[in-house]
């Protein structure tokens, strides 16, 4: 029985000399693991599409349990990811993230992961993280610290973690009164402004900038193929990947090695 599925390659491994095992994201069934035989020769119709971060419509055969790469159709290649270190650890943890949140071949529950698709969102980061500019002193142009805040935050909210920004959880207030502040409680993910805030309160709190709480909104709630697109810099945006990170982690309570890694370069 063949099964065809839009989807992009997260992991790969290799079997003898010309063969592989790779990891494909898709919405329909998850994370499938399929067999790419002869993928490695050079003349083979799969060497781009078994690729890692692949974007391709696969034709999968399915025997018992185990499913095999039939052909594959490239969408769309991010085989440049390679040639930049620093890029390639970012778009590991990305994958990383999605291959432990994401169920092996379970059919995805919609209302656990949003309307949103995983598959168009991965594909989106991964777009803008090859795009994603040096940081230079006066142009605060889109950063690969930003894409990773805007991931862990967007990716958070998609597995049902999506914290309320939309006002201060006690007087409903947009934007904090008389020159205030709005602080962000990631326990209970709410805001909460300044003059609501209770200073016995425990809890981890964050102050917020209004371009922070900004940024934070329209990673959450602008469409999938603009949550991306957020223009901050320096302080602002290292507050904000500090802040997202602790956020994901703690959510998905783990720690990724891929991230570890990444964090050891100098951005
Ligand atoms: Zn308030």
Redesign the pocket.
Known sequence: MLHTYDGIVVGRREIGENSCFIDILTDERGIIEATAHGAKKINSSLLSSASLFAYSTFCLSKNKLRYTVNSAKPKYSFHAIGEDIVKLALASYFAQAVKFCTTSEQRQDASAQGSDSIVRFFAIALFELLGAAERTDDAPARTLETVRAAFELRYSSMLGYRPDLTA??????YEPQDGGSMFFLPDRGEL??S???NREYDGECEKLSPETLSAMRNIIYAPLERCFKINIGGETERRLSRLTERYFLRRTERSFSALDYYKTFDK
């Not at 201060?168 to 207030?173: D, S, Y």
């Open positions: 201060c959880f006690n007087c409903g207030c909460v402004c003059e609501c805030f």
